[in-house]
């Protein structure tokens, strides 16, 4: 395991060109989420050519992205020499909207005071600001108030966004050299592990083809395709689908139990491995005569659960192999392939999520 704190384009620059597996990670989305200046744009086409480089011929990225600007994040990859191969979608029911109140806007700007009706609970982000996709937080008691105005009565109920209930993934491969086998062959990347990442369930049907090529039945067989000749009881392929397998989600899905599913962090995720180190102060920290109570919590706004971490890098990183994440966060990645079996390396530039990192990570490698 290799933890830098630091510009990750400068610790990137020192890797050696091909010596790594694959890259699974959770950047910034461009978004200015709680006005984290990290987050004020998606990562440089720069900084993607860098991670193209140190990736091993045929090696993956998968790389999370927010909803209005995946379209930038998938540019800028390609941009830098990626082939964009798929986009995974992470399907959840516990997200919250960021909407603006039209009908409390007019009534505003109008100067107009609403009478409070009653009470509600609401989610929010760590640090105040609404929750953004996958993120982790915590409730507020909010008024309910009635349209002061005839303006305010005319738009009450319309807003300005959607309930987030998605993030996606990019998965991108960097280019082959010569065919997958000979890739495969040569360096062990550019082919994704199917069986470790299927999806346990009942029996699937197995058919020929006209030319004698069996597959699995997913979905409704073409006439071209002929009788079934047995079944496959080794899981479910894995999709471009990912579940929180809660029963909003669930309910919008006609089989569930065809995708692998994972709810957002836990707390006891989030923290463990945390609690004790020096210096780690969570939301709320209070002063004492100018000295600093450190409640030992993860703090991160944006972390991911480690199963699903796991998932993913099992999915594109061979047996014993690297995995890189140059924007590390608090760790979930290192948690991830540690638990894998995979070496880590990990490039954050904030020294307090490094700190968070290591503890997450090796609390993990204390264990196994």
């Given at each position: ?10 610790v ?5 060109a091909?010596?790594?597996d ?24 720069e900084i ?7 990736l091993?011929?045929g ?5 999370f992205?927010g ?5 930038r994040m ?11 191969r798929d986009?995974?979608?992470?399907v ?30 609401t ?11 996958g ?9 309910i ?5 005839e303006?305010?009565?005319?738009w009450a109920?319309?807003g300005t966004a959607l309930?987030?209930?998605?993030e ?8 082959l ?13 550019g082919?994704?592990?199917v ?9 699937v049907p197995v ?9 699995e ?12 000749v ?7 392929w ?9 029963e ?9 139990a065809?995708?692998f ?6 707390a ?5 491995g ?5 210096g780690?102060?969570g939301?709320?920290?209070l002063?004492?005569?100018g000295?600093?109570?450190l409640?030992r919590?993860?703090h ?22 690297t ?7 608090s760790?979930?990645t290192?948690?991830a ?32």
């Amino acid at each position: 395991m290799r933890i830098e704190t630091g510009d990750c384009l400068d610790v990137l620059r020192t890797l050696p060109a091909d010596s790594v597996d694959a890259i699974v990670t959770d950047p910034p989305y461009g978004l200015a989420f709680m006005g984290k200046r990290w987050d004020y744009d998606v990562p440089s086409v720069e900084i993607w050519a860098e991670c193209l480089r140190v990736l091993k011929p045929g090696g993956h990225l998968l790389a999370f992205a927010g909803t209005r600007t995946q379209h930038r994040m998938a540019v800028r990859v390609e941009d830098a020499g990626f082939e964009i191969r798929d986009l995974i979608a992470w399907v959840y029911g516990s997200g919250f909207p960021k909407s603006l109140d039209v009908s409390k806007a007019i009534d505003k700007a109008a100067g107009a005071e609403r009478a409070v009706v009653g009470k509600k609970v609401t989610g929010r982000a760590l640090g105040g600001s609404n929750w953004r996709d996958g993120d982790a937080g915590g409730q507020e008691t909010v008024d309910i108030t009635a349209p002061a105005t005839e303006a305010a009565r005319q738009w009450a109920g319309w807003g300005t966004a959607l309930k987030p209930a998605l993030e996606p993934i990019t998965v991108a491969r960097k280019p082959l050299i010569g065919t997958v086998a000979e890739n495969v062959l040569a360096h062990g990347t550019g082919a994704l592990n199917v069986d470790e990442c299927r999806v346990p369930g009942e029996p699937v049907p197995v058919f020929d083809t006209l030319g004698g090529r069996k597959f699995e039945q997913t979905h409704t067989q073409p006439e071209r395709r002929t009788q079934q000749v047995g079944t496959s009881d080794a899981g479910r392929w894995p999709a471009n689908l990912i579940h929180d397998g809660s029963e909003e989600v669930v309910g919008l899905l006609n089989d569930a139990a065809r995708f692998f599913y994972c709810a957002k962090a836990s707390a006891k995720d989030r923290d463990e491995g945390v609690a004790g180190v020096a210096g780690v102060a969570g939301v709320g920290a209070l002063r004492d005569g100018g000295r600093q109570s450190l409640p030992r919590k993860n703090h991160h706004p944006t972390v991911k659960p480690t199963d699903l971490m796991r998932y993913l890098c099992r999915l594109v990183t061979p047996p014993g192999g690297t995995v890189l994440d140059p924007f590390m966060g608090s760790g979930s990645t290192g948690k991830a392939a540690m638990l894998e079996g995979f070496d880590f390396i990990g490039i954050e530039r904030d020294p307090e999520y490094a700190k968070i990192a290591e503890a997450r990570i090796g609390a993990v490698r204390r264990l196994i």
